[in-house]
Structures are given as C-alpha cells and as structure tokens.
C-alpha cells in the first residue's frame, strides 16, 4: 500500500513537470523578436525657383535709390566674341561668364545672353516658347506679357514681367524686380537682353535707350 501511494505521487509529480514546461516554452514564443524601429525626421525640401512666393514689393528709398538718373552717363560695350555692342550705364559693376555679360548697380542689373536660334522669334513663338521656360525656371515669374516691336536694329521680341531677385549673399533677403527682356536675333543667333529694377523704379527712358542702342557686330 505504501509502494503504491508513493508511485502514485511520482507520477503527479511528473505530470506537474510536464505542464510546468509546456507553459514555459509556450510563453517563450510570445516574446516578439522584430526589432523595433525609429521614423526618419521628417526634412523639409527648400522651394524650387518655380515654386517661390513672390515677396512683398519694397517701397521708398530702396525703389528711387534705383531709378536711373537722367544725368546718368552712358558708355558703349562692345563683345568681340558675341559680335554685338549696346550702351550701358558708366560705372556699373561688370561681371562676364563666357559669351554671357552684366551689369549691376545697387538691385538695378543689366544682361546679356547669347544662344543659337534656327528662326527670328515672334511674340506667338515666345509666348509657346521662352516665356514658358521663363515661368517655370526663374523665381516667382508674375505678370507676363509679349509683344513684337521694333527697334533700332530692328524687330525684337519684348517680355515684360515681375520676379523676385536671387537672395542677397549676406542677408539671404529678396525684392521684386520688374524686368524688361528683349529677343534680338541675326543669322542664328539669339541675343536676350534683361534689365531689372525693384518694381516702381523709374526707368523707362533709359532701359528703351539701352535696348535701342543694341547692335549686331
């Protein structure tokens, strides 16, 4: 009787066992092993010249401290490589890159760009054509307008429209220039003049000399 009691207690035992380690092993496979992550900080792409606000437009000095004065003096350039020359303003700051030449006094500016072209362009043409390029590549393009007229030199296309500047180098600062970008074209070539001012700067009798001085070389 007392042989029989203790295999009866040995096989309790045992079957205690049995479950005790079934219910381990169970718990073990709860316990998750993906290894946890943490989200990328979100970043912040800067704006595309395309997609800029155009900024506020600057009044007071800042605007008069850029018209071009009636006694402004006048001096002739001449591109040797572009095989043209036009007027600008005496003691602008120039600067060259290539074929490519300006002029800049204060937020006033003054460039010229030389491209090749396969035909004389037309207000129909540019406004299909570069004044499309224009919007999509360059700060905040507002108020487009093209017109054929006819210069000195002769015909030449007119893009008039507003943009903001490129930030100041220093203060990072922008204003809103209004701009006067005229297409001139000989024998396949493209000559784009641009001259910029802070929108309500007087300018109109000196930017229509400098493009009616424009010639071909």
């Known amino acids: ?19 005790t380690l079934a219910g381990c092993g169970g718990a073990s ?11 990328a900080p979100a970043t912040t792409q800067p704006a595309s010249a395309s997609t800029e606000q155009p900024v506020p437009v600057s009044s007071g000095a800042q605007v008069t401290g850029s018209d071009i004065p009636d006694t402004q003096v006048f001096v002739t350039y001449a ?14 700051a120039q600067s ?10 204060n937020l006033d500016g003054l460039q010229v760009a030389l491209t090749s072209a ?19 590549t360059s700060r905040a393009v507002q108020d487009v307008k093209v017109q054929d007229v ?20 220093v203060t990072g600062k922008q204003v809103r220039l209004e701009n006067n970008r005229y297409l001139f074209f000989k024998n396949g070539k493209l000559a ?16 229509l000399r400098i493009a009616n001085s424009f010639r071909w070389g």
Request: glycine share 6%; charged share 10%; proline share 6%.
């Open 150 to 169: 006819h210069l000195a030199s002769g015909p030449a296309v007119l893009i008039t429209y507003t943009s903001n500047s490129d930030p100041n180098a």
């Open 29 to 39: 496979n709860t316990v998750s092993t993906t290894p946890s992550t943490t989200a």
């Open 96 to 105: 060259a890159s290539g074929i490519e030449v300006s002029f800049v006094n």
């Open 118 to 136: 396969a035909t004389q362009p037309t207000a129909s043409s540019v406004r299909t054509g570069q004044a499309v390029t224009l919007q999509q």
């Open 192 to 207: 784009t003049l641009t001259l910029s001012a802070p929108v309500g700067a007087d300018n109109v009798d000196q930017w």
């Open 1 to 19: 009787m007392i042989i029989r009691m203790k295999t009866s207690a040995c096989i309790v035992a045992l079957v205690l066992c049995v479950f």
């Open 79 to 92: 591109s040797s490589q572009g095989k043209y020359g036009l007027e600008v303003p005496e003691g602008w």
